[in-house]
């Protein structure tokens, strides 16, 4: 196990540097797991009970508006995926967490997580830091849809994820920029 939550503890450990005594202590509230397309990690309704790392693959989370399938989150290889609302307040989610390749994931207990947090001190900030760069995600997310153009979103999107359009259906990313699909073909055909 420890060998396959090495890149885990790399992306931890740069949020904050854990001891070695510290990342075993954590790397028991890991489960690793090998995925497929489609999996649902966390699905409507459901109260999310881990954090999720993507360690090869993709996924996003997503929400239903008026019959619509709105993608709100995308992370990729190397990222942190979640239900971050649902983890803390305990509350059914009104969003659902679908892989969108193949993937190997790294998933985290939350109530392990949060009950080592309260033991270790590197943990708790670990876990500070944690829920801070998730609020940071959260309001780039909202400034971007405020002050970009769907182009610009698409644009800075690529930059982000290079070759994502090879990877991620076009109509969840069409989703995620807040345009439609056929918006989308014309944005990256270059005819705005």
């Known amino acids: 196990m420890y060998l396959r939550s090495m890149q885990l503890m790399n992306a931890l450990n ?3 540097p854990l001891e070695p005594r510290v990342q075993d202590l954590l790397l028991e509230c890991v489960v ?3 995925l497929p397309k489609g999996h649902h990690l ?3 309704g459901k109260i ?3 954090l999720h790392f993507i360690e090869k693959g993709s996924g996003r989370v997503y929400y239903l508006k008026d019959g619509n399938d709105i993608t709100d989150y995308i992370a990729m290889d190397g990222q942190f995926l979640g239900g971050v609302s649902s983890v803390f307040s305990k509350l059914p989610s009104e969003k659902a967490i679908e892989l ?6 790294q998933s985290i207990n939350a109530e392990a997580f949060e009950t080592l947090a309260g033991r270790e001190h590197q943990v708790e900030t670990l876990f500070r830091k944690l829920m801070t760069w998730a609020f ?3 309001q ?3 400034e971007s849809i405020r002050f970009h153009a769907a182009a610009e979103r698409y644009a800075l999107l690529e930059k982000q994820y290079p070759g994502i359009s090879n990877r991620i259906p076009l109509k969840h990313i069409a989703s995620y920029i807040g345009t439609t699909q056929v918006s989308l073909s014309r944005i990256r055909a270059g005819i705005q």
């Open 14 to 16: 740069a949020f904050h």
């Open 32 to 34: 690793s797991r090998q």
């Open 42 to 44: 966390l699905e409507l």
């Open 48 to 50: 999310d009970r881990e």
């Open 100 to 105: 969108t390749e193949d993937s190997i994931v």
């Open 136 to 138: 940071l995600l959260c």
């Open 140 to 142: 780039q997310r909202v």
